[in-house]
């Protein structure tokens, strides 16, 4: 809590009180101890797996959410004592600007009592003050019914040597310190954010006429109280690239009253003068600021449920599960440069490469079937990754008439390639792979992420791997600190092996740095192989700190200690083996297998009394339990696998009644994204999810979800409802989730 003092008075903010009324379901313990734990330097996935006596088991998401309410607020409290002391210097901080100091609560609030007092830049009310004009506004401010004609009291201001040539340009002189008077009235300001929010609404208008994918914002009107975040982005993006006008309308009665409101004397002679103060204070001060405000909080707002709505994606994404035991041959479709070939074994490493011309007007086709079979006999392949990019249907026909012809049943998937020409032309990629051509890395990655989207994914931007919207549109840096945060929950709560982990990996362990993992790579070089958690120590620059936050995510299949290969932390190794113990097992029981009536043996005792036994929390405990019965345990493997496929569709193919499978590719604020195999992932649009009304698609799919879907109808669309979305051809069907919950019919959109 940051406090400041002025005659006595105190400017404080309880931090943890307004994080109490922000997170009603959180008990006031529970933020003190997370708030704690943070400036103890621990990080979230530290924080949510090994310290839940401390929080009771909050998930990361909740304390990630906590951790940036308390950034800010932390940066409110400073703010609001800049201000204070700004104000203080300035011999102005009365106990009324205190007290309105300590009633505000959001950044705008501050901004505004501060407005009057803040430094500008040379304004019109600044130059009229510097012509002595400030006497005459407050007497025209006063509006005295006894007065004389304004022209009459401007009179005594004229002075040719400041500027001042006639009563009128005195008028105007102070006309102008009365309109700058209302605009820094933070009353006013903040009565018009009332009607903002309950009346405003923006318009989007063409700036010039030209079709474009812009064309349902040409003339288009909506509440604020209702503006949908994808509108908002893509307003933004229509005016950036000249398409749009965008404004804020307000009625101008209530706004104009909301201005004047109190400070108007019907009669006096310089009463008009000071109303049509106000109504250029409105017009040419108030709005235009009142805009850029709004614009910027919904913009801001728009961004923040885009970046959620990436965040979960990814999130999806990256805990697909792995298809393990598998030979695959990695396909990087393309047209003058050939499709690439690369085969990995079921590790990952490469086996072999090649490049071939499968597209039927290029005359190889029969030269390419002859490759690549050879290449299925030489290693065995038993799956396949097909690119979804250029060529990627061709490419698919091709592979299945192959497999048809030569009797072989081998099935493949298509794999999103966002992001794998990024990885390529990588430091990393050509650190991997420095003989290999880029396009050739491509394949690479493309085989590998369909073994292990993890492993792989984390090696590329998380920007670049397609499944938000707008994400060029973002702010980068708050962006990139959410998607981080994404792959930094997902890669800790998968667990690494650390005798196998790339540094890209390995960066995203809680605690190491990317020092830290070249480090820790190095050792395992000149070392070899680590054989237990403790050696870790000696990796230079992984110091106390650092292993308490890694060590327990970090795994040694081959561990001496059977316990470096579990999620159990070594500060709590000895409670583990006394656990163990008190049921007659050994840590060997745990390499072996054999601890799957651990858990009936525990509820026999009851966890309370062996926590109090053992000196360990309940939350704990249970953790401890489900890792010794399965060390290593990945969580994606829970999961239901990608949809395998091993036959061709063709958009002249799809008729209504149709049973057909998909995978969600991707979801957004207006629809979900749904791969069914006819080269162009279609859009299930927010209004067509059929069965129950819901206010996301989220709420029905996620990234991964295998889906089945039976045609209605097919039809031509020439415009989409979002202009994100291409004209094509609609398909309209029932939508059923992998999981055999009816979602209802739904409008499928194949954008051409």
Known sequence: ?????????????????????????????????????????????????????????????????????IQYLRGFEARREEIREALSKQGVLTEELTAALEGCT?????????RPYKPKRRTRAMIAREK???????????????????????????????????????????GDILAETYSDDAQIRARLRQLVAKEGRIHTKAAKEEDSVYRMYYDFAEPVRAMAGHRVLAMDRGEREGFLKVS????????LQAVTQGSLKPGAPSTPLVEAAAKDAYGRLILPAMERETRSQLTEAAQEAAIRVFAANLNDLLMQPPIRGHVVLGMDPGIRTGCKLAVVDAMGNLLDTGVIYPLPGQGKVPSARKTMLALIKKHQITLAAI????????????FVETMAESGLSIPYVIV?????????????AAAEFPELDVSLRSAVSLARRLQDPLSELVKIDPKAIGVGQYQHDMKQARLSEALGGVVERCVNQVGVELNTASVSLLCYVAGVSRQVAENIAAYREENGPFTSRAQLKQVPKLGPKAFEQCA????????????????????????????????????????????????????EVGSRTLSRELEVGILTLRDMIRELQKPGRDPRDDLPKPLLRTDVLEMKDLVPGMELKGTVRNVTDFGAFVD??????????????????????????????????????????PHLPDHAQAPGKTVIFFLKKRVDISRGPGVYYIPS
Not at 39 to 58: C, M, S, V
Not at 248 to 255: I, M, N, Q, S, T
Request: glycine letters at 10%; proline letters at 5%.
């Open 676 to 717: 069914i195999g006819v080269h162009r992932d279609g859009l299930v649009h927010i209004s067509q999810f059929g069965g129950r009304r819901i206010k996301h698609p989220s709420e029905a799919v996620r990234v991964g979800d295998v889906v089945t879907v039976w045609v209605l109808e097919v039809e031509e669309k």
């Open 132 to 174: 002595g004009l400030a006497p005459l506004a407050e007497r025209l401010w006063e509006q005295r019914m006894e007065d004389p004609a304004p022209l009459e009291l401007a009179a005594a201001y004229v002075d040719e040597a400041l500027g001042v040539a006639t009563p009128a340009d005195a008028l105007a002189g102070a």
């Open 1 to 69: 809590m940051t406090q400041g003092s002025q005659g006595g008075k105190h400017i404080t903010m309880d931090i943890r009180q307004a994080l109490t009324k922000e997170f009603p379901a959180l008990a006031p313990w529970q933020i003190e101890n997370v708030e704690k734990l943070l400036d103890e330097g621990n990080t979230i996935p530290f924080i949510a797996r090994y310290r839940k006596e401390q929080h009771g088991g909050l998930d990361d998401q909740v304390l990630r959410e906590l951790a940036e309410r």
């Open 416 to 428: 999103n390639e966002a992001g794998a020409s990024v990885y390529s032309a990588s430091k990393l």
């Open 106 to 114: 959001i950044l705008a609030e501050l901004e505004d009592v501060y």
């Open 552 to 603: 327990g995510f970090l795994r040694i299949a081959a561990a001496t200690d059977p316990l470096d290969n579990t999620g159990v932390h070594p500060e709590s190794y000895a409670i583990a083996k006394a656990l163990l113990a008190r049921f007659g097992f050994t840590s060997e029981d745990i390499r072996g297998g054999c601890l799957a009536t651990l858990g009936e043996k525990v509820t």
């Open 387 to 398: 690119g979804n990019g250029t060529a990627s249907r061709e490419t698919e026909a091709f």
């Open 248 to 255: 804020l309308e307000l009625p101008e009665g209530p706004a």
